[in-house]
């Protein structure tokens, strides 16, 4: 989201969105101007975020629907939809007219662990990533290097926890170290 809405990196396409540049280039926000600061802080409204198997109902599309006609102050409004397997029929019948004419500067994201649960005529137009568990060792290097660059001592019993292959895992149990060393 940040890439999307970033007035001084460059945009999603990895254009440089820094004036007179036009340089392809991976998309990456600058960190410093307004957009990147209020999504570092909390406080951007260009991503919201949902949990369709708790919003997973025709009410909460109809309040999407009327959000997306409201103009932002961003260049770019992502909602993400997680767990978008828990939607309703209803719910995904609702979408699929906003998907098909998307208001301008809108964008969807559906995060399923179901994906046989969304609707075919949902998937046909958009892209599908499939993201696989990372392996333990990976998880045990990135521990080390932020271990590393935070200056957080991080203990053998730390690093040989089963993480199950996820980042949040391994996140939770930084912070737990961290919490000891405090």
């Known amino acids: ?8 990196g460059s945009d999603i396409l990895g254009i440089s969105t820094t004036a007179g540049a036009a340089t392809a280039t991976e998309a990456k ?5 307004t957009s990147c600061a209020l999504l ?5 409204t260009a991503m919201i975020e949902l949990d369709a198997a708790s919003n997973g109902l025709i009410d909460d ?8 006609q409201i103009v932002s102050a961003e260049k770019w409004r992502v909602y993400v939809l997680d767990e978008a397997h828990g939607l309703s029929q209803k719910a995904w019948d609702a979408l699929l007219k906003l998907l098909e004419e998307p208001p301008p500067g ?4 559906f995060c399923t662990t179901e994906v046989e649960k969304v609707p075919d005529t949902i998937m046909s137009p958009g892209f599908s990533f499939g993201l696989r568990r990372v392996s333990h060792a990976a998880v045990v290097a990135r ?3 932020i271990s590393a660059e ?3 001592p991080c203990t053998a019993d730390v690093l040989d926890a089963p993480l199950d292959g996820s980042e949040s895992d391994s996140d939770r149990l ?5 919490a000891a060393n405090l």
């Open 1 to 8: 989201v940040a890439a999307l809405n970033c007035e001084g």
């Open 29 to 33: 926000p600058c960190g410093a101007c």
């Open 40 to 44: 570092r802080d909390g406080r951007s």
């Open 61 to 68: 599309v109809r309040r999407i629907q009327e959000e997306v």
């Open 106 to 109: 809108v964008m969807f994201v």
């Open 143 to 145: 521990l080390r290097m």
């Open 150 to 152: 935070q200056q957080i």
């Open 174 to 178: 930084m912070r737990k170290a961290e």
